[in-house]
């Protein structure tokens, strides 16, 4: 399965996922404590996402969007 999400980096809430149903963008937005350095933030969401589909991290692939706070991430195993 393939959703897209969007990203908040540096967030007070931490590691948290919501439905956006409102958001034409993107399905899900992922709370994140991690900044957008080095990779950090990216770390945070495939936890996040993991975490939220109850699938372990290995199972979770950012597909498109490394670098951009909308992302499409692939889940498998769900």
């Known amino acids: 399965m393939e959703v897209t999400v969007r990203v908040?980096?540096?967030s007070r809430k931490g590691s948290?996922?919501?439905a956006?149903?409102?958001?034409?963008a993107a399905s899900l937005t992922v709370f994140v404590r991690e900044r957008a350095v080095d990779g950090a933030a990216n770390g945070g969401?495939?936890?996040a996402i993991a975490a939220h589909f109850g699938v372990p991290k290995r199972d979770v692939e950012i597909v498109r969007g490394t670098t951009a706070r909308i992302k499409r991430v692939r889940v498998e195993g769900v």
């Open 45 to 47: 969401v495939i936890v």
């Open 20 to 24: 956006t149903p409102d958001d034409p």
């Open 16 to 18: 948290l996922v919501e």
């Open 8 to 10: 908040k980096p540096g």
